[in-house]
Structure formats: C-alpha cells, structure tokens
C-alpha cells in the first residue's frame, strides 16, 4: 500500500500545454506539500495545505494552481508549460498542525518528472 | 522564518570509512530536524528525526545524527560506510506553525 502516490511518474509536454499532476495520501495526515526540485537537486517547497486550505504560496507563477478537493488529494495544475518548468515534483505529506508538535516525519511521493520541450 | 545550511554540496568517502555529513539551522523556537536520503530517481526517505528528548537519535542503515542547541547543528554520522549509501542527502527543518524547509542537500560518493 503506497503512502504517499502520485500520478504521472514521467511527463513529457511541449511548451504552451496545460497539464496536471496528482497526488494522493492515505496515511490520514492534514497537511500536504508540493515541493519543486530543480536540475542541482535543490528542493524548494512551492505550496503548503493544512485541512484543505491553502497555508504557504512561495514565490511561483500563477501558471501553478494547486487544488485539494479533500483532506488527502493535492492535485497540481500548471497552465502554459514553460522550459524552466521542467524539474522534478514532489508531492508530500505529513501530520503536521499548525498549532501542535508533528507527530510524524514528512512522507514523499516518488516525484513527477517534468520535461518541458 | 527557519532555514537550513548545509556546507558540503558534495562529499567523497571510502568504503568503510566514516562519515559525517554537517547541517546548521536557524530558527529561533524549538526546531523539528530531519535527515532524509534520495537514491538516484528515487523520493525522499526518512533516516532519522528528532522532536525532543536525548539529543543523540538513532536512524535507519545505522545512521545516527546529534543535535547541538548551542551549536545550532544537527549533524549526520555513520561509522562505515557502504557503497549502497552513495545518494543524495537532505537536512530539513520544520516548526510549530511552520513547515519544512530543506538544506540544499549533500551528495555523497562511495569510493571502492
């Protein structure tokens, strides 16, 4: 049974298109995270839901739209693909409540690799 | 907001030799730190955590970390290495209200 899963593993996508990833988790947490992680390996988080609302928005394009339509669903939407969008994405998750000490680590999907061509 | 420095973006070793691979935080509360590892075309692996309690955590693949309030670090030992271990290594801190942040991660090279 996968935790933490995302869909698709590789997507290949010319520039201007308009794709989605998925992700879900079914380890119960509240909190899920998007994080980006570029040709160097540097992994930067771009958006952060507790309970389906929207907490951390990094500096990222408006092209990147995230949607949770439940506790364990974070789907990324990007429109208008671009070269420079094409990394790696993780999605994670975590029981991780804002007003609470974790009580557990993050978990990583297997990541999304984009190439934008 | 917190950060995390991690000084070596790449680290060569024996096998069998030890290791230490170093993490420095910042943040101003009591800090959740974490060692995670990434395979080649793998995800992310928890190693270790610490919350609180005995400063010195054991991990898996005989990993062991040591975190230093006055030092601000959160180092990650082994002592031998393998040649499996070659990977990607990440330090991250979270906190209370916040999440977490990665360092940009150490890459470590097992010689034969």
């Known amino acids: 049974d996968t935790a933490v899963s995302q869909t698709p593993k590789y997507l290949v996508t010319q520039m201007g298109n308009d794709k989605s990833i998925k992700c879900e988790q079914n380890?119960?947490?509240?909190?899920m995270y998007w994080y980006k992680q570029d040709s160097k390996k540097f992994l930067k988080i771009m958006f952060s839901?507790?309970?389906?609302?929207?907490?951390i928005n990094e500096t990222v394009p408006n092209r990147f739209s995230p949607k949770s339509p439940d506790k364990a669903h974070l789907n990324l939407h990007i429109n208008s693909l671009e070269l420079g969008d094409s990394a790696v994405y993780f999605c994670?998750?975590?029981?991780?409540?804002?007003?609470?000490?974790?009580?557990?680590?993050?978990?990583f999907g297997q990541g999304t690799r984009l190439t934008v061509v | 907001a917190q950060s995390v420095t991690q000084p070596d973006i790449h680290i060569t070793v024996s096998e069998g030799a030890s290791l230490e691979l170093r993490c420095n935080y910042s943040?101003?509360?009591?800090?959740?730190l974490f060692w995670y590892v990434q395979s080649p075309g793998q995800g992310l692996q928890l190693l270790l955590k610490?919350?609180?309690?005995?400063?010195l955590v054991q991990g898996i693949k005989g990993f062991e970390a040591e975190f230093k309030r006055s030092q601000s670090s959160f180092n990650l030992r082994k002592p031998s290495v393998h040649w499996s271990d070659a990977a990607e290594y990440f330090c991250?801190?979270?906190?209370?209200?916040?999440?977490?942040?990665f360092g940009a991660g150490t890459r470590l090279t097992v010689k034969p």
């Open positions: 994670a998750s975590s029981s991780f409540p804002r007003t609470a000490p974790p009580n557990t680590e993050a978990f």
């Open positions: 380890l119960g947490h509240d909190t």
């Open positions: 839901y507790n309970n389906k609302e929207l907490i």
């Open positions: 943040y101003g509360a009591t800090p959740y």
């Open positions: 610490y919350f609180s309690g005995d400063t």
């Open positions: 991250a801190v979270g906190a209370r209200g916040n999440d977490m942040r």
